[in-house]
């Protein structure tokens, strides 16, 4: 079993659509989330970072985590065409671990 | 403020090279981290260096190894270059080492393909 397994897309939805994107991990040990959005060609740019349970709103992303399911999640509301890019989520618990990311297409 | 810069930007080597990549972190920031990202992948931890001391090993072979200097710049360095070394490699920095868990901003990489 992967440590951090990702919807593995690709996603496409149309303009202003909301956007879910879900992440589990393995190790409960897990103690820090952080979702991280990566254009093509690009390094990975931080959205959102968390450590508790519960859902952490920053504009229009929305972080939620569940440890006891060990499920994550990142929510986009009004999607825009900027938002296509890929996402990844990220899991620390002695080093960090990467899910492989989740393409997304937000169509005008 | 500058963010992350590696260099170079892409690369191109053969196999059985020997090849060095650069990372210079956010100012303040005194680690720094390296991953490799293949085609498709999320990044894959290889080392992290606070205060100029290794505090992380991914499991990548003994060909990879690192440095950190003490102006807190990086080398990522690979011998005996394999195809599947192709990758995207990223570097990443952080205030303060992983243990206070600092959020990592990275760098937009060096693009290495092997021929």
């Given at each position: 079993q992967k440590e951090v397994e990702q919807d593995p897309g690709p996603l496409s939805v149309p303009e202003g659509a909301i956007v879910s994107l879900n992440c589990t991990y393995s190790n409960s040990a897990f103690q820090y989330f952080m979702w991280y959005r990566q254009y093509s060609r690009k390094g990975p740019e931080l959205l959102m970072y968390t450590y508790s349970s519960g859902n952490k709103e920053d504009g229009r992303f929305t972080a939620q985590v569940d440890k006891s399911s060990k499920y994550i999640s990142l929510f986009i509301r009004d999607?825009?065409?900027?938002?296509?890019a890929t996402y990844l989520c990220a899991i620390y618990g002695q080093n960090f671990v990467f899910g492989p990311g989740t393409r997304l297409s937000v169509l005008p | 403020d500058a963010g992350v810069t590696q260099s170079p930007t892409h690369l191109i080597k053969t196999r059985g090279q020997h090849v060095t990549l650069r990372c210079s972190p956010i100012s303040g920031h005194k680690s720094v981290s390296w991953y490799q990202q293949v085609l498709g992948q999320g990044p894959q931890f290889i080392f992290q260096y606070y205060e100029k001391e290794e505090r992380g090993r991914g499991n990548f072979p003994d060909r990879f190894s690192a440095r950190q200097f003490p102006n807190y710049s990086s080398e990522l360095n690979v011998n005996a270059?394999?195809?599947?070394?192709s990758a995207l490699y990223l570097c990443a920095s952080s205030l303060e080492g992983f243990s206070r868990n600092q959020p990592q901003h990275f760098g937009d990489g060096t693009r290495l393909s092997i021929l």
């Open positions: 999607s825009q065409p900027s938002d296509s | 270059l394999l195809l599947g070394d």
